[in-house]
């Protein structure tokens, strides 16, 4: 009788054990906070670390093109999660967050794919990098005002899968999108932008990624 007690307690144990690995799989930390472990991108003179978030860009010097820092895995089907914060004071100021992407070779330091689009005009909306080339859904400007937290930080979610892309700002919906065009890659790299032309800070943190189905 013990054994069997023993028996199905360690079944119990593993069981639970199991799941709990599962759990952890399903949610992964992008940023450690201190290093660029898991990330490429131009560490020397655009993208730095600090305090406990990826930073770019100066409001002393214009951005001279578009940057990205970039994810070495590539992931699909997933809710993303962050929180930004984006300064400027001159010229176009604006970021974005990059997903199903990938790094074009000409010019090597851009993206092509999805983005959760940053800025004046385009808080909130989804973007078409390098590709199609237009917005591709855009909240009501309204609605922006009475979300957004200018020059704080502020939470950022992309949800993406099964061809459906919904971003939420301070917990908001602000775009709900579905993708007709089945040539349209719904995977790949993940990406932070920080813009050209603009005397532009900006900082992205706390990101975590969950694993859907």
């Known amino acids: 009788m013990r054994s069997i007690t023993t028996v199905a307690g360690l079944v119990i144990v593993f069981a639970i054990t199991g799941f709990i690995g599962l759990n952890r799989q399903k ?18 003179n ?10 770019a860009g100066s409001l002393d010097k214009v951005a001279p093109h578009n940057d990205f820092i970039v994810t070495k895995k590539e992931y699909s089907n997933f809710v993303l999660r962050l929180k930004f914060k984006l ?15 990938q790094r074009l070779k000409n010019p090597p330091y851009e993206m092509t794919g999805y983005k959760a689009d940053l800025g004046p005009r385009y ?3 989804l973007y078409d990098e390098s590709r ?5 859904a855009q909240p009501d400007s309204l609605l922006i005002v009475s979300l957004l937290k200018p020059d704080e930080w502020n939470d950022y979610e992309i949800r993406s899968g099964n061809a459906r892309i919904q ?4 917990k908001q919906k602000t775009v709900d999108y579905t993708e007709t065009d089945k040539s349209i890659p719904q995977s790949g790299h993940i990406g932070l932008q920080i813009h050209g032309g ?6 992205y943190k706390d990101l975590q990624l969950e694993q859907l189905p």
């Not at 992964?28 to 020397?44: N, S």
């Not at 199609?132 to 591709?136: A, E, I, Q, S």
């Not at 603009?198 to 900082?203: F, P, S």
């Open 27 to 44: 949610h992964v930390a992008l940023f450690d906070g201190k290093t660029f472990k898991g990330w490429e991108g131009d560490t020397v």
């Open 46 to 55: 655009t993208w730095r670390i600090e305090n406990g978030s990826i930073a």
């Open 87 to 101: 300064v400027g004071k001159e010229g176009f100021v604006n970021a974005g967050v990059q997903f199903n992407s």
């Open 123 to 125: 808080w909130g909306s």
């Open 132 to 136: 199609r080339n237009k917005t591709l």
């Open 167 to 170: 971003i939420f700002l301070n």
């Open 198 to 203: 603009g005397k532009t800070m900006v900082y």
